[in-house]
């Protein structure tokens, strides 16, 4: 099975950027689909964005389109999230989730409940 660790988040004025990393351990995320979620404060979690490592299909919220970008970096076993523009409702913990069963698409990641979880890193855009 795969371990998922986040890094990343902090403290980012509005208008700002962040970079947030999810990396593999104990196995690489060759036959995975890897996606990013959020939860903010009395809310409940909600999809961000995912990717399909082979092939690189990509997903997103309507939300994050246009000022996220998800990609994968092959040799550190790596997804990432870039995030623009940030605002104040951007503010939530993320987390990264993968899952290696057939239906786990990059479009499917929002209907489906991944098997794997991260810790979770902050995320806070002042205003």
């Known amino acids: 099975q795969v371990q998922v660790v986040e890094s990343g988040g902090g403290l980012v004025q509005a208008g700002g950027s962040l970079r947030l990393s999810c990396a593999a351990s104990?196995?690489?995320?060759?036959?995975?689909?890897v996606g990013w979620f959020r939860q903010a404060p009395g809310k409940e979690r909600q999809f961000v964005a995912a990717?399909?490592?082979?092939?690189?299909?990509?997903y997103y919220a309507n939300s994050a389109k246009g000022r996220f970008t998800i990609s994968r970096d092959n040799a550190k076993n790596t997804v990432y999230l870039q995030m623009n523009s940030l605002k104040p409702e951007d503010t939530a913990i993320y987390y990264c989730?993968?899952?290696?069963?057939?239906?786990?698409?990059?479009?499917?990641?929002?209907?489906?409940?991944?098997?794997?979880w991260g810790q979770g890193t902050q995320v806070t855009v002042s205003s």
């Open positions: 989730a993968a899952d290696g069963r057939p239906g786990a698409t990059a479009q499917a990641m929002p209907s489906i409940k991944p098997n794997y």
């Open positions: 104990g196995r690489t995320f060759g036959t995975y689909t």
């Open positions: 990717i399909k490592w082979s092939g690189g299909t990509t």
